[in-house]
């Protein structure tokens, strides 16, 4: 699991600051991730760490899609 900032809810995508200063939008969370953290719409986890681990889909036309797998508020 890697570290990263939660930065915002825009647009259907999910933004994350790593440690290593690399920003990732993450189009996908697993129910359960969101059952815990609802950062959606609760905009109290801006600027909060979290743990998390993701996998990386390719759709139809071989775009990345980034789906994060497991989310821990740290």
Same mark, same amino acid.
């Given at each position: 699991?890697?570290?990263a900032i939660f930065?915002?809810? &825009?647009? +259907?995508?999910?933004?994350?600051?790593?440690?290593? +200063?690399?920003?990732?939008?993450?189009?996908?969370?697993?129910? &359960?991730?969101?059952?815990?953290?609802?950062? &959606?719409?609760?905009?109290?986890?801006? +600027?909060?760490?979290?743990?998390?681990?993701?996998?990386?889909?390719?759709?139809?036309?071989?775009?990345?899609?980034?789906?994060?797998?497991?989310?821990?508020?740290?």
């Amino acid at each position: 699991m890697e570290t990263a900032i939660f930065q915002q809810y &825009k647009d +259907g995508y999910y933004t994350f600051l790593f440690d290593d +200063g690399v920003q990732l939008d993450f189009e996908e969370i697993h129910p &359960k991730a969101l059952y815990h953290y609802d950062l &959606k719409n609760d905009n109290s986890y801006i +600027g909060k760490s979290f743990k998390l681990s993701f996998i990386e889909v390719f759709d139809d036309t071989d775009q990345a899609i980034y789906r994060i797998e497991r989310l821990k508020l740290v």
